[in-house]
C-alpha cells in the first residue's frame, strides 16, 4: 500500500489517501506517478518520502560454532531487523549464496595461536562472494588476515568477549544500518530522493521515531505506558517497547533512551505467509488462539490447520495469527533471548495493515492467553487506523540533508 498525507503550512493535516500496490511496476515507478498528479493539483507541494519496501535484510552466517557464536550472531541479526537465511558452522559447503544481500563471518575468542580456526576461515573466505557485503566479527587477532584475503570486508569488534560475554553494539548497528539502506534503494525507491524535501528513511524507522517521542510525550496521542507497539505487515512483524517490560534487565544492553526494537524477520501475510503457517500448525496454544478468534467453532478450523488445509485462511485471519504467534514469542524471549512481562502493558498499539481489518476484542482475547492464571492485566488495543504513528514520525523528521538512522534505532 502507498500512503499519502496531505499536510497544509501549520502541519495539520488536510486529507489521506491509501493507494493499494500496483505490483505489475516498480514501487518507484507507481509513487513516482502518484506523486506527478499532487503536483499537478499544486505545484508548490512539498514531499516527504519513506519506504518499507523490503522484508528485511536477507543474512547468511558462517560461524565457528552452532552453539555459541552461530547462536548469538543469529539473535543479534534478528533484533536488528535481518532475516536469517542461513547460519552455518563448520561446514561451509554448498550455501544458498544468491539468497541473501550480506555474508557475516563470526567466532572464536581473540586468541592468536589458533590454526585450526584459521583452516575453517580460509574455507568461509573462499565460499564469499566479491559482490556481497561482508562483515568479521570474530577473533580480532585474525581480522587483518581476513582483509589481506577481503580488502572490502567490515572489521568489527568480536560479538564475543574473552570472558564469553556478549558484545552485540557494533554488530547490530551495522546491520541495521545495511538494513536501512536496503529499504530506501529497493525497486527504485532511492530514483525518489529529488522529489523529497527530507532523506528517504525507512518506515520501520520513521515508526521507532514516533514510539521514542510518544515515551518523551511529543506526540499527538495520548496513550497510556507501558506500551508495546506491534507494526505488522506482509513479510515481517516488528514490535517496539521500553525497558521496563523486560522480565529481566540482567546483561542486556538497551539504547540510551531505554527503548527496544525486534523485527519477526519470518512473520507476515503474504510475502512470509508460507513460514507463518508452518510455525501456527505447530504452534502449542493454536486451539486456543483459534478459540479467540472462532469461539465454537474453533475445533473445526484447528483440524484443517493440523492437515495443512490452509486455503481458506484471508489475510485478516492472518494478522490474528501473526499477532498470538508474535505475543508467544515475546512472552518466551525464545527468539529475542531476553522475554517481556505482558502483565505490565498498559497499552497494547497495533498498526500497519492490521490495524485497518482486525477487532479490538479478539485481539484482547488473545492477547489474555499469554498472561498469567488469575491476572486482571487487560491492556487498552489501539488501532493505528490512519497510520497517525507513521504520521507523526514523519512530520516531525528534521530537515537536513544527511540520514540520522542512529537516532531512532
Known amino acids: 500500500m502507498v500512503k499519502i498525507v496531505r499536510f497544509d503550512n501549520t502541519g495539520v493535516i488536510v486529507d489521506r489517501k491509501f493507494e493499494p500496490r500496483d505490483y505489475s511496476v516498480p514501487v518507484?515507478?507507481?509513487?513516482?506517478?502518484?506523486?506527478?498528479?499532487?503536483?499537478?493539483?499544486?505545484?508548490?507541494?512539498?514531499?516527504?518520502?519513506?519506504?518499507?519496501?523490503?522484508?528485511?535484510?536477507?543474512?547468511?552466517?558462517?560461524?565457528?560454532?552452532?552453539?555459541?557464536?552461530?547462536?548469538?550472531?543469529?539473535?543479534?541479526?534478528?533484533?536488528?531487523?535481518?532475516?536469517?537465511?542461513?547460519?552455518?558452522?563448520?561446514?561451509?559447503?554448498?550455501?544458498?549464496?544468491?539468497?541473501?544481500?550480506?555474508?557475516?563471518?563470526?567466532?572464536?575468542?581473540?586468541?592468536?595461536?589458533?590454526?585450526?580456526?584459521?583452516?575453517?576461515?580460509?574455507?568461509?573466505?573462499?565460499?564469499?562472494?566479491?559482490?556481497?557485503?561482508?562483515?568479521?566479527?570474530?577473533?580480532?587477532?585474525?581480522?587483518?588476515?581476513?582483509?589481506?584475503?577481503?580488502?572490502?570486508?567490515?572489521?568489527?569488534?568480536?560479538?564475543?568477549?574473552?570472558?564469553?560475554?556478549?558484545?552485540?553494539?557494533?554488530?547490530?548497528?551495522?546491520?541495521?544500518?545495511?538494513?536501512?539502506?536496503?529499504?530506501?534503494?529497493?525497486?527504485?525507491?532511492?530514483?525518489?530522493?529529488?522529489?523529497?524535501?527530507?532523506?528517504?528513511?525507512p518506515t520501520p524507522a520513521v515508526c521507532e521515531r514516533a514510539f521514542r517521542h510518544h515515551l518523551s510525550q511529543r506526540t499527538t496521542l495520548s496513550l497510556g505506558a507501558p506500551l508495546l507497539m506491534m507494526d505488522l505487515g506482509g513479510a515481517t512483524t516488528d514490535i517496539y517497547y521500553g525497558v521496563e517490560l523486560l522480565r529481566?534487565?540482567?546483561?542486556?544492553?538497551?539504547?540510551?533512551?531505554?527503548?527496544?526494537?525486534?523485527?519477526?524477520?519470518?512473520?507476515?501475510?503474504?510475502?512470509?505467509?508460507?513460514?507463518?503457517?508452518s510455525r501456527l500448525g505447530l504452534f502449542s496454544r493454536l486451539y486456543d488462539l483459534l478459540n479467540c478468534v472462532f469461539g465454537q467453532d474453533a475445533r473445526r478450523y484447528y483440524a484443517s490447520i493440523r492437515d495443512n488445509d490452509t486455503q481458506w485462511i484471508t489475510d485478516e485471519l492472518m494478522f490474528y495469527f501473526c499477532i498470538g504467534l508474535v505475543l508467544a514469542e515475546a512472552q518466551s524471549g525464545s527468539e529475542s533471548g531476553h522475554p517481556l512481562a505482558l502483565e505490565r502493558i498498559s497499552t497494547l498499539v497495533i498498526t500497519g495493515g492490521a490495524a485497518k481489518v482486525c477487532d479490538p476484542a479478539i485481539i484482547g482475547r488473545i492477547f489474555s492467553i499469554f498472561t498469567p492464571r488469575g491476572s486482571q492485566c487487560a491492556p487498552h488495543v489501539y488501532l493505528d487506523r490512519n497510520y497517525q504513528i507513521w504520521t507523526d514520525g514523519i512530520r516531525q523528521l528534521p530537515l537536513n540533508n544527511q540520514h540520522d538512522y542512529g537516532d531512532a534505532l
Open 28 to 201: 518507484g515507478q507507481q509513487v513516482s506517478g502518484l506523486l506527478a498528479q499532487e503536483r499537478q493539483r499544486d505545484s508548490s507541494t512539498r514531499f516527504r518520502i519513506c519506504s518499507s519496501a523490503n522484508g528485511g535484510l536477507r543474512l547468511g552466517i558462517f560461524a565457528l560454532t552452532s552453539r555459541f557464536s552461530g547462536e548469538v550472531a543469529k539473535r543479534i541479526a534478528l533484533t536488528s531487523g535481518c532475516n536469517v537465511i542461513w547460519a552455518e558452522a563448520r561446514d561451509c559447503e554448498s550455501l544458498p549464496m544468491s539468497n541473501v544481500d550480506a555474508q557475516l563471518i563470526v567466532g572464536g575468542l581473540d586468541v592468536a595461536d589458533c590454526p585450526d580456526h584459521r583452516t575453517w576461515l580460509d574455507c568461509a573466505l573462499s565460499l564469499v562472494r566479491s559482490d556481497i557485503p561482508l562483515l568479521f566479527a570474530g577473533n580480532e587477532r585474525l581480522a587483518e588476515y581476513v582483509r589481506t584475503r577481503s580488502a572490502d570486508c567490515f572489521i568489527l569488534n568480536n560479538i564475543l568477549s574473552d570472558d564469553m560475554r556478549v558484545q552485540p553494539q557494533q554488530l547490530s548497528r551495522t546491520l541495521r544500518e545495511l538494513y536501512m539502506r536496503d529499504l530506501v534503494h529497493k525497486d527504485g525507491i532511492s530514483s525518489l530522493q529529488p522529489l523529497s524535501e527530507i532523506p528517504i528513511w
Open 248 to 277: 529481566s534487565a540482567d546483561g542486556h544492553v538497551a539504547d540510551a533512551l531505554g527503548t527496544y526494537r525486534y523485527v519477526f524477520a519470518s512473520t507476515g501475510v503474504r510475502a512470509s505467509r508460507a513460514s507463518t503457517l
